[in-house]
């Protein structure tokens, strides 16, 4: 009998998976307790930048060897569309 092996999702876009929901929840509840944050830039631009700011952390270990690899594109997306979604969401729910 064969076993059959799946791919193992990489670490580096499960815990970019995590932040990026993370994310979308806090700048919900920080844009409602502080509005004028959402006024001068958009809520999702907000969430790019820490989208940004988490993949340039991931690539920089990369490179030093401390995690398997860049961040693969698909797990990018995801990512900050799951955590938009979520984001868009608790805004609706807060009001």
Do not use: Y
Request: with cysteine; charged share 10%.
């Amino acid at each position: 009998m064969t076993d059959v092996t799946r791919p193992k999702p990489p670490l580096a876009g499960l815990v970019f998976v995590a932040v990026m929901l993370a994310a979308g929840v806090a700048l919900a509840i920080l844009f409602k307790a502080q509005p004028a944050l959402a006024q001068t830039i958009p809520g999702l631009m907000w969430l790019l930048g820490v989208a940004l700011v988490c993949d340039v952390a991931i690539n920089v270990l990369s490179m030093q060897g401390r995690a398997e690899g860049p961040l693969p594109m698909p797990w990018r997306f995801g990512g900050f569309f799951a955590g938009a979604i979520l984001h868009l969401a608790t805004v609706s729910l807060l009001g």
